[in-house]
């Protein structure tokens, strides 16, 4: 059975403090992805990377920066945490058959900042 | 990647089929149109894609009209499990490298009913 696991469900941080969401995936995947969601904003994708060490912004990267040094492993770093990054974070791996689409998606992190 | 539009919500009772629209008038002629679900507290699981044939596996139907400027998501048989938010997507079809990348909308949330 594929699996994407990410570190934390739940997490709780204080502002300004350095923060990292890893996310392991076990398919041999290229590429992975880091999206936030919001309520009324859907999914939002912050970076993704498709080869190890490669990494391209997503829509709103600012705030966040991401390591891959292993190709099962991306990280997602949160440099200095703000009340504005709150949220639902999902990462994601992608593709089993290039011919088909489909994204296998963590159980997600709810990262609270206070 | 051509814009999407869905209804926000919609309700099926459970046993019947839920028929979940999508326009995407700007579709372009090498794009697919591609289907994601989230469950409550889940990442988002993918169902189906297609380009301008109706397309069938075994969790739905893909019905895209023939000018591909709409598309319908089919569940034959809804059961309250279904309950989820749908995501249609387009976008060009997957290649290598910085490519693979999906945009999520904030889909339609599919209330299954008893």
């Known amino acids: 059975d594929v699996k994407v696991t990410q570190s934390s469900r739940y997490l709780v941080k204080r502002t300004g403090e350095k923060v990292f969401l890893e996310c392991v995936q076990d398919m041999d995947h290229e590429n992975m992805f880091w999206y936030r969601q919001d309520p009324g904003l859907g999914l939002r994708l912050i970076y993704f990377s498709y080869d190890v060490k490669m990494k391209e912004k997503g829509d709103i990267p600012e705030g966040y920066s991401v390591s891959r040094e292993k190709k099962e492993r991306f990280s997602l770093i949160l440099e200095s945490a703000s009340t504005n990054q709150t949220s639902m974070y999902l990462c994601?791996?992608?593709?089993?058959?290039?011919?088909?689409?489909?994204?296998?998606f963590g159980p997600g992190t709810r990262l609270t900042v206070t | 990647d051509a814009k999407t539009t869905q209804p926000p919500s919609m309700d099926c009772a459970e046993g019947r089929a839920a028929n979940l629209p999508c326009n995407h008038s700007t579709i372009s002629g090498n794009e697919y149109v591609y289907w994601y679900r989230q469950i409550h507290s889940q990442g988002p699981q993918y169902i189906i894609h297609g380009l301008k044939n109706n397309e069938t596996n075994e969790m739905a139907s893909l019905i895209i009209t023939e000018d591909r400027k709409s598309s319908t998501l089919i569940l034959p048989h809804a059961t309250l499990r279904d309950t989820a938010v749908y995501y249609c997507i387009v976008r060009g079809k997957l290649y290598g490298g910085a490519t693979n990348k999906l945009i999520f909308g904030t889909g339609t949330l599919l209330a299954v009913q008893p």
């Open positions: 994601a791996s992608c593709c089993r058959d290039r011919r088909i689409p489909e994204q296998y």
